[in-house]
Every structure is written in structure tokens, then in C-alpha cells.
């Protein structure tokens, strides 16, 4: 098993896409400025109190006001509270917390009003980006994550990954973190930091220290709506989370993003700084590595399978609806029982992909075809919780129903990832008339002539492959491009790029 993450940085966006043994997994796009992200921090200021919610509307400079329930609270909110309206009257000089005295923690059965007031200047956290026409979820439980572990201020406590088997370990780790976390704050230790020597954790538990002090001194100098802290960009993120030896090759197509991601490895993981590589070829990195094809197979409402099989993706406003097909996959050999759970083990596992894949939250219920084995029913079922075993979104599977129905529920921090695979006719972009589509050729070459006015050196031009080969192999014995360039004496490259469609091109150089 291998991993592998390509990044395709953008004019406007970044689309990183993970990928196993050469399989996409997770797709990912972030603007270039991209606010409100899970994990960000900021200075907000309480706009409203709905009691009938038990919670508060924040605004945090976000269109929509952000969203905070009385149990996103915490139960240390009035000690955060007090450190920041310290902090904002220069009334505090130091970050540190081992002397600070904290406040009496919150009743989880208490009320919102007895909390907070209106025009209140809180600390709160990106929980949740925000969806649809809701603001983003927020939190006043500020956690730092790092690499091995999370930091959790006002707290003593120390937990632990579940994943972490192993008595002597954990028993080791806790001893060893307990002796070197500052003091007045608790810590999650992940399932990375198993096996990890005292250096390592010690520099990352350093590292959220410092993220803490910045916290500090930004407060000091804020006014409500300010980013405080900003999460990792989401390359970084990843890679926090997910890096492990599987990790075989992490490409960008992007000077600025390479150093910056060298950077950070050689900080969390050294070793590794050498996986990563600058990608300079013609053709667009996902087109050179086959991630535009995979993408649009594996998009829209119908996503193809092995032999034919094949789901259908259905959005409602309440849940969303897979449907498992067999397509053709009809073995002669076998029963129609043997046939059915050939086709659901395969779906099980594709399902599973999608479902982190386009990052669908909320409820889904997939419909298998019929099994009347319990056995056969138990198999898919295994397999499927196999398949969302390294999600990390949080969810729950219930086993299959008599009538073949399969009920998940997985939490989403982020909009559903939702790539519209299907065009318009680029001859008459939907009306049913063709308009000036034959005068492409004719288009680029104005184009071409009005650079050459304008600019020097050699023109290079991106468009649908069939529009490339047609201009570059021509017909009879010059090409179009040969032609272009002798006119108006240039050196003129023609690339393809299958994001463009058929009527599309864009001037690269």
C-alpha cells in the first residue's frame, strides 16, 4: 500500500488530490484566499442570544454569522473568557498559564444567557466550514493540533488515541508527556506519536507552545473580526494527518507551494523532505497522472465499478440515496446469490471510497441487491466498515435490513465535494443552434496575431486535445501551427489540456 498526493495549484484555487496504490481517494480544493477554514481562529463579538436555541449568533467578519451552541461552549469558557478580555485591556504580559487563576467550569446543562451577552468580544474556533446559507460552526474550545498531539488550554487532562494499543506504551507516553506539557494544559496524544522517541514529541509539543504565544501577542493588537491564528493550508493539513512511511511521492506544480511543503517536512518529518518533487512537464499534473480521468469517472450520478457494475448517486435536501447495479456482471458459473454478493462486496468497497471521496455527510442509504443468506448480508457489511475504517470523519454503519438497505451516518466538516461532470454541447452551449464554432481555428490564430503586436518570444497555447492534434498534425504536408509560425515568424506551441472543452483555449505563455 502506497500513498501519494498531487498538488495542481491554480489562478484562483488549489486541487490536492490523495491518492492509494494509485487510486484517488479524497479530493480537496481551497482558494488561494481561503478564510474560514476549520481550525481558524478569531476575535468575534456576540450579535445574538436565541435562548429557544440554547445559542449564540457570532460575528466573526463571515457574510453569514457564525453559529455557537451552549455545548461548543466548553467547560472552561469563563476561564477563556477572562484570559481574553485580560489580554485585550493589557492587563496580562505573559502567555503563559501557570499562573494564571481559572474560573469555575460550566454546567453542561446550563443555558446560553448565563454564559454570554450580547456584545461580548469572545475567543472562538472554526468547527465547521460553512454550508449552503449557514454561517460557519463555532466553538470557544480552542485546541492547537500538531503533528503527535493536540494542546488543549485551561485543561490538565491528558487522553490518548484509542488506536494506541498497547499498555506499556500508553503508560509510557502519558509519564513522559505528563512530565514535559506546560503547565495549565491538557493533551491528545494521536496514534502517531506511538513508538515516537522524546525529541520528536518534544519539539512538536513546543511547536503548539508557540502557536500559543502567537495567539498572545496578536490579541493584544485586535479588533473583533480579526484572524488570530490560521489553520495549516490544507496540503499541509493533510499531510500533518495523514504522513506515514506509506507515503511514496508528493507532487506540485508550484515553485512558492514546493518550498513551502519542504519546509514544513523537513520540520515534522525529515526524512521524508526528499518524496517531495516539483512537477515542470507540458501537460497539465493531473492530466499527466491520470487524476482528470479518474475524477470525471468517478463524479456525477453515475459512478462505474469493475465489469460493468455500477452505482447511482442520488441528492436529496434530506439524505442522500446510492443505488448498487450489476450492469452486465452475470456469471453463468454461479447462482443469482453468488452473482448478488460478487456485485455488493465490490460496490461496499467503492462506496465506501465515495463516501470520503466527495465527502458526503449527513445520512446515506445505500440499496444492495437482495441477499437472502444472513451470511452474504454479514460479509457486506464487514467489508464496508473495512473500507471506512481509515475514514477519519466520524460515522456509524448499521447492518443491512431484510429488504437490502444498508443506513450511515457520517459527520462533514466541509461542503460535500461536488464535481458536475456532465457539458453542455460546446457546438451550441444548449440551445440547439451552432453558432461561430467552426471559426475556432480562425480565433486563436487573431489571438496569436494580437500577441505578437504586444509581446515577444514564443507563444504557447492550451486547448481540447482533438483542437492540439488538429492544429499540430494539420492536414497534407504542413501543419496549422507550422504555418502560424512562419507567418508571423514565432515559435508557437500548441499543448492539450482535457479541462478545456471543445470550443475552449486559454494563452499559458
Excluded at 111 to 118: D, F, M, R, Y
Excluded at 209 to 219: G, V
Excluded at 375 to 398: W, Y
Amino acid at each position: 500500500m502506497k500513498f501519494e498526493l498531487v498538488i495542481d495549484s491554480r489562478s484562483t484555487e488549489v486541487v490536492i488530490a490523495l491518492l492509494k496504490d494509485g487510486k484517488l481517494i479524497e479530493l480537496h480544493k481551497e482558494n488561494h484566499d481561503n478564510d474560514y477554514s476549520v481550525g481558524d481562529i478569531y476575535l468575534g463579538k456576540v450579535k445574538k442570544i436565541v435562548s429557544g436555541l440554547n445559542a449564540a449568533f457570532i460575528g466573526v467578519g463571515h457574510e453569514k454569522d457564525g453559529f455557537l451552541h451552549y455545548l461548543d461552549l466548553g467547560s472552561q469558557v469563563n476561564s477563556f473568557n477572562k484570559f481574553t478580555k485580560k489580554v485585550l485591556d493589557k492587563k496580562l504580559n505573559t502567555a503563559s498559564l501557570k499562573n494564571f487563576k481559572r474560573e469555575k467550569d460550566t454546567d453542561k446543562h446550563g443555558q446560553v444567557k448565563e454564559v454570554l451577552s450580547s456584545g461580548d468580544q469572545i475567543l472562538v474556533q472554526v468547527s465547521k466550514e460553512s454550508i449552503s446559507s449557514k454561517g460557519p460552526r463555532l466553538t470557544t474550545e480552542i485546541s492547537l493540533a500538531g503533528r503527535y498531539m493536540v494542546l488543549i488550554p485551561f485543561s490538565d487532562r491528558i487522553s490518548m488515541s484509542q488506536k494506541i494499543g498497547s499498555k506499556e506504551e500508553r503508560s509510557r507516553l502519558r509519564k513522559l508527556i505528563q512530565s514535559i506539557r506546560p503547565q495549565g494544559f491538557g493533551v491528545i496524544i494521536r496514534t502517531v506519536a506511538e513508538n515516537k522517541k522524546v525529541a520528536e514529541l518534544d519539539r512538536d509539543l513546543k511547536n503548539l507552545y508557540k502557536k500559543w504565544q502567537t495567539i498572545f501577542k496578536k490579541l493584544q493588537k485586535a479588533q473583533v473580526k480579526d484572524k488570530i491564528l490560521g489553520e495549516l493550508n490544507r496540503s499541509s493539513a493533510i499531510l500533518r494527518d495523514l504522513l506515514n512511511s506509506e507515503f511514496s511521492n508528493i507532487h506540485i506544480n508550484n515553485q512558492e507551494l514546493y518550498l513551502e511543503l519542504k519546509e514544513y517536512l523537513s520540520r515534522i518529518a525529515p526524512e521524508q523532505e526528499k518524496i517531495v518533487k516539483l512537477y515542470k512537464g507540458e501537460a497539465p499534473v493531473f492530466q499527466e497522472l491520470g487524476i482528470t480521468k479518474q475524477i470525471k469517472g468517478s463524479f456525477g450520478k453515475t459512478a462505474t465499478m469493475k465489469n460493468g457494475t455500477y452505482l447511482v448517486i442520488e441528492h436529496t435536501e434530506a439524505l442522500h440515496v446510492i443505488d448498487v447495479n450489476s450492469g452486465k456482471k452475470v456469471d453463468s458459473k454461479k447462482n443469482q446469490e453468488a452473482n448478488a454478493l460478487a456485485v455488493n462486496l465490490i460496490a461496499a468497497e467503492e462506496v465506501a471510497r465515495q463516501l470520503r471521496l466527495r465527502d458526503m455527510g449527513g445520512i446515506i442509504i445505500v440499496d444492495f441487491i437482495d441477499q437472502k443468506n444472513a451470511t452474504n448480508r454479514k460479509l457486506i457489511f464487514d467489508k464496508l466498515t473495512e473500507g471506512m475504517s481509515t475514514d477519519k470523519a466520524k460515522h456509524n454503519i448499521l447492518p443491512l435490513t431484510k429488504f437490502g438497505l444498508m443506513q450511515i451516518t457520517r459527520q462533514r466538516v466541509r461542503p460535500e465535494m461536488n464535481i458536475d461532470t456532465r457539458e453542455k454541447c460546446p457546438m451550441c452551449t444548449g440551445n440547439g443552434k451552432i453558432d461561430s464554432s467552426l471559426l475556432l481555428v480562425d480565433t486563436i490564430e487573431n489571438k496569436i496575431g494580437n500577441l505578437t503586436k504586444i509581446q515577444k518570444g514564443e507563444i504557447k497555447i492550451a486547448t481540447h486535445p482533438f483542437v492540439a492534434s488538429h492544429i499540430n498534425k494539420g492536414l497534407f504536408f504542413s501543419s496549422i501551427r507550422h504555418n502560424w509560425a512562419k507567418k508571423y515568424d514565432r515559435k508557437i506551441i500548441i499543448i492539450s489540456d482535457e479541462r478545456l472543452h471543445l470550443l475552449q483555449y486559454s494563452v499559458v505563455k
